[in-house]
């Protein structure tokens, strides 16, 4: 097999385990919404991030390396943001569809990559979104429109991924595999309080305990490894353009799962934000050292994956 042929299959092979990453974690974060009605949102994202976190904990054992006082606490806090975009994601998909939300969600990263580069050309990113943004809640009758509480919780999570990147940067001393799995173990610790607070005991259920563990690989673990595959093999700005067709990926998995029908207008709103992330995306400055939706892509840390 030639060179140029074997490069064209890694390639062929890392967009579709990337692919397989957006299905995995949106089909994860459908089957996460059945736990609603048994330990609330809240219990949900901390079964979740706990069994990600000791999954994480034990492949890499972060124990064996040193680490330096500087970096642990920027690894603490970058968890701890974490921990809240998880939950506040969580909390909106209570009363938001999940296409919408994870639409809502990408306007953080997005609004920090626009604000950290200052372009002209980013300002078209801005007002594509922000068209996004009217179609998904401005525009329509009441019954059309998204909850405005759970609309403002998945932009709240939204901010904290956008800090979640920043902080994940300045933990970038340490060994990916070690920030990542403290990092998960403090995203953990910030959760618990808040499904134990809701769910108490029933969260020790064999039952409940069984389907967590599954929520925490199928929309954790397995797109994480899946990633990691994708990203040795992408360009980071392929990696990133691919990464923004999430929100479609997770209206259709609303869709296909849990019965959520997205308005014309509203798919028309996810669509915009999709190609404001895009563009913003493909136009970024190759040699830029500020965070992008590109970064964001790049450090796999969204809703409780984790960040390398």
């Given at each position: 097999m030639s060179a140029s042929h074997r490069s064209d299959r890694s390639i062929l092979v890392a967009v579709a385990c990337l692919v397989g990453s957006l299905v995995a974690l949106c089909v994860g974060t459908s089957f996460a919404k059945s736990l609603f009605p048994v330990v609330g949102a809240e219990g949900t994202v901390a079964l979740r991030t706990a069994f990600a976190a000791l999954v994480l904990l034990a492949v890499w054992r972060p124990w064996r390396r040193p680490l330096a006082r500087r970096d642990a606490a920027w690894i603490c806090i970058y968890g701890a943001t974490l921990g809240l975009t998880n939950l506040l994601f969580y909390m909106s998909l209570r009363t938001v569809p999940l296409g919408i939300a994870l639409a809502l969600e990408i306007t953080g990263p997005l609004g920090l990559a626009v604000l950290s580069s200052r372009r002209w050309v980013?300002?078209?990113?801005?007002?594509?979104?922000?068209?996004?943004?009217?179609?998904?809640?401005?525009?329509?009758?009441?019954?059309?429109?998204?909850?405005?509480?759970?609309?403002?919780?998945?932009?709240?999570?939204?901010?904290?991924?956008?800090?979640?990147?920043?902080?994940?940067q300045k933990a970038g001393n340490a060994h990916g595999g070690q920030a990542?799995?403290?990092?998960?173990?403090?995203?953990?610790?910030?959760?618990?309080?808040?499904?134990v607070a809701q769910a108490g005991a029933g969260l020790l259920a064999p039952g409940v305990l069984l389907a967590g563990l599954a929520v925490g690989i199928v929309s954790s673990a397995l797109p994480y490894s899946l990633e990691m595959v994708a990203l040795k093999r992408l360009p980071r700005r392929t990696f990133g353009i691919l990464l923004s067709l999430e929100p479609a990926v997770g209206a259709l998995a609303g869709v296909l799962f849990l019965a959520e029908r997205p308005t014309a207008g509203q798919w028309a709103g996810i669509v915009c934000i999709m190609a404001a992330a895009v563009g913003c995306t493909a136009t970024a400055r190759r040699a830029a050292?500020?965070?992008?939706?590109?970064?964001?892509?790049?450090?796999?840390?969204?809703?409780?994956e984790t960040a390398g």
């Amino acid at each position: 097999m030639s060179a140029s042929h074997r490069s064209d299959r890694s390639i062929l092979v890392a967009v579709a385990c990337l692919v397989g990453s957006l299905v995995a974690l949106c089909v994860g974060t459908s089957f996460a919404k059945s736990l609603f009605p048994v330990v609330g949102a809240e219990g949900t994202v901390a079964l979740r991030t706990a069994f990600a976190a000791l999954v994480l904990l034990a492949v890499w054992r972060p124990w064996r390396r040193p680490l330096a006082r500087r970096d642990a606490a920027w690894i603490c806090i970058y968890g701890a943001t974490l921990g809240l975009t998880n939950l506040l994601f969580y909390m909106s998909l209570r009363t938001v569809p999940l296409g919408i939300a994870l639409a809502l969600e990408i306007t953080g990263p997005l609004g920090l990559a626009v604000l950290s580069s200052r372009r002209w050309v980013d300002f078209t990113w801005i007002a594509l979104a922000a068209v996004g943004l009217a179609l998904l809640l401005l525009i329509g009758g009441p019954t059309a429109r998204p909850d405005m509480a759970g609309a403002a919780y998945a932009l709240g999570a939204g901010v904290m991924w956008a800090l979640y990147i920043v902080f994940g940067q300045k933990a970038g001393n340490a060994h990916g595999g070690q920030a990542t799995s403290i990092g998960l173990l403090c995203a953990a610790l910030v959760t618990l309080p808040f499904g134990v607070a809701q769910a108490g005991a029933g969260l020790l259920a064999p039952g409940v305990l069984l389907a967590g563990l599954a929520v925490g690989i199928v929309s954790s673990a397995l797109p994480y490894s899946l990633e990691m595959v994708a990203l040795k093999r992408l360009p980071r700005r392929t990696f990133g353009i691919l990464l923004s067709l999430e929100p479609a990926v997770g209206a259709l998995a609303g869709v296909l799962f849990l019965a959520e029908r997205p308005t014309a207008g509203q798919w028309a709103g996810i669509v915009c934000i999709m190609a404001a992330a895009v563009g913003c995306t493909a136009t970024a400055r190759r040699a830029a050292p500020t965070p992008s939706v590109e970064a964001a892509a790049a450090a796999p840390g969204r809703r409780g994956e984790t960040a390398g």
